[in-house]
Nanobody, 120 residues
């Protein structure tokens, strides 16, 4: 059973920083792209950042220059360093992992979500 466990959310003042972590557990054949998405109240879930197995990254325009995604392949863990946080970054942040369970079978998994609140 593949599981994604997130940590690091919380309450922070505008301009502050938080670091999210997400670790994939369970047996996997290969861990492919990992990413972070977020969903604010009344809005659609949106991509924040993703990182491929070769290290290539993509960011939403709204977070470029403020957020950094990274991964530790040995630990099956992805991180999201969030700096210069703004109230509009407030949302539930979800980790996503694209996993090969066998050479030919891929599946997307999601974490349970972690709340990030930016407020004074």
């Amino acid at each position: 059973q593949v599981q994604l466990v997130e940590s690091g959310g919380g309450l922070v003042q505008p301009g502050g920083s938080l670091r999210l972590s997400c670790t994939v557990s369970g047996w996997i054949f290969r861990l492919n792209t990992m990413g972070w998405y977020r969903q604010a109240p009344g809005k659609e879930r949106e991509l924040v950042a993703r990182i491929a197995s070769d290290g290539n990254t993509n960011y939403a325009d709204s977070v470029k220059g403020r957020f950094t995604i990274s991964r530790d392949s040995a630990k099956n863990t992805v991180y999201l360093q969030m700096n210069s946080l703004k109230p509009e970054d407030t949302a539930i942040y979800f980790c996503n992992a694209n996993v090969n369970l066998s050479p030919l079978y891929r599946h997307d998994y999601w974490g349970q979500g972690t709340q990030v609140t930016v407020s004074s």
